[in-house]
């Protein structure tokens, strides 16, 4: 094999691998989506809430809306985490109760579809 063939296989398995990369960069952004926000200094200072607790946190349902489950705490909670995945939104709410407890809600699309508490009373 010549030299400059031995060049141009190198920028040819160089130029597929790049490629490969973009490629897959591409696709992950499409399937994974992204991260729009994070917000762990308000969720870390916020107020506790005599609202917040087991009771309440047990009357929030699958495919209640935000407002729904905000009443039901006495008020709005501290959006967490925002993101969006193929084309849906993502978000995760959280209110903290009395004595440290918290209640965290996540939402697809304004719904929601996940409920996790720790340390409610």
Do not use: H
């Not at 699958?62 to 909670?77: D, E, H, K, L, S």
């Amino acid at each position: 094999m010549t030299k400059a063939a031995k060049i141009w296989l190198i920028v040819g398995v160089a130029a597929t691998v790049l490629l490969c990369c973009c490629l897959v960069f591409v696709v992950g952004r499409v399937l994974l989506g992204k991260v729009i926000k994070i917000n762990v200094d308000d969720v870390m200072s916020q107020p506790e809430s005599a609202n917040v607790t087991v009771a309440n946190y047990n009357r929030v349902q699958i495919g209640m809306t935000y407002p729904q489950v905000a009443a039901i705490f006495g008020g709005p909670g501290v959006l967490a985490v925002e993101a969006e995945i193929a084309g849906k939104r993502f978000e995760v709410y959280q209110w903290k109760g009395l004595g440290g407890g918290y209640a965290q809600i996540s939402f697809d699309n304004g719904k929601v579809y996940d409920k996790r508490q720790s340390g409610l009373r």
